[in-house]
């Protein structure tokens, strides 16, 4: 499911490589998942054995091994379905953040998604392709071994063509925030505009969920419930994010910011940083080399330095990246860059010289302020 992330936190977890320069990320809730759903997978691998025409006791190693084999295949699977959107939005000139795995799946933190609504379909279509194309070749693959008698062989390739088949399939439902969501809200946007189009591809996505969760509860399937959950709160978000940007209509940054905001330097230590801050009453600075903003850095950050080390390092080492943006770039933007960074205030800079700042708090200001205007405007008059 390729997504802004807006109302999920990513933070929680780690970083296992990188691929093309995009962080892969695992979440905790993954760690959380995986035993159960090797166990689950075990529970099935006779059921699943006889579904691909393979004696169960043929299988080398035991039905946990097996289990486990497959829960880290399907999430091998999903993280090249997210590889494929993000590949596609960084060709079509987007930025993507990270890939991360959860527990039901994954998603790619775009910073900046492809605007075109074209783009927006394509990148989501490209996903399931992906895992319909990766089940597709396996199927064949999985044919062709059937003549070698290579019990263990045949049974991994029937398995990875199973999951790939269902994965790109169920991303395929238009359930908002899935990827058919995305791109039943693409076709709409034309005729409909993005907040509306947005809010029936949620609803449409809420339904799902329901009907999911139904269909777990009777059977007994608590990954379905989860499923269920997490598909309702996501499409609820994305709704809540639309009509954020739409209520913030065509306000930029330079409307809202506060100018002339007191920087540190990027050879500042630490040590001094806090001293600043406390004697300052001031939880976070913006970070300049020269006159060029490199980011924010947060009075958390500095905390978090282990005892002793806050001489040794330097302001410009915990700038914060990503978290400056220009006076003309769309509030809508600035939350992204908020969201995606957890911080509460983006440095602002024109030309790469900091010119000012804005917080989380001016821009739900300016939402307000937006509707306040809005609201004394004269209704329009009615025909007769």
Known sequence: MAGEARRFELGAGFQLGSIRGIPIRIHVSFLLVLPLLAFGFARGIVEAARLAGIPAESLSGGPAIWGLLVALALFLSVLLHELAHSLYAIARGGKVRSITLLMIGGVSELEEAPRKPGQEAVMALVGPLTSLGLGAI?????????????????????????????????????????????????????????????????????????????????????????????????????????????????????????????????VETASAVAARMVRDRRAWFPVVEGERALGVVTAEMVLAIPPGRSHAIRAGELAIPDTVVGPTDGLALALRRLAARRVEHLAVAEAGRLCGAISRSDILRGVRLHELEASLRPPPASGT
């Not at 290579?150 to 991303?171: R, V």
């Not at 269920?228 to 709160?233: E, I, Y």
């Open 138 to 266: 396996f199927l064949a693959l999985y044919l062709a071994a059937r003549g070698l008698r290579s019990f263990d062989l045949s049974f991994a390739l029937f398995q990875l063509a199973q999951m790939n088949l269902l994965l790109g399939a169920f991303n395929l439902l238009p359930a908002f925030p899935m990827d058919g969501g995305r791109i039943l809200r693409s076709l709409l946007v034309k005729r409909r505009g993005p907040a509306q189009a947005t809010a029936i591809a949620a609803t449409v996505g809420k339904v799902f969920a329901i009907l999911f969760g139904m269909a777990g509860f009777l059977t007994s399937n608590l990954l379905l419930v989860l499923v269920a959950f997490f598909v309702f709160m996501g499409a609820e978000g994305e709704q809540r994010g639309a009509a954020m940007e739409a209520a913030l209509g065509g306000l930029r940054v330079a409307d809202l910011m506060v100018p002339g905001v007191d920087a540190v330097s990027s």
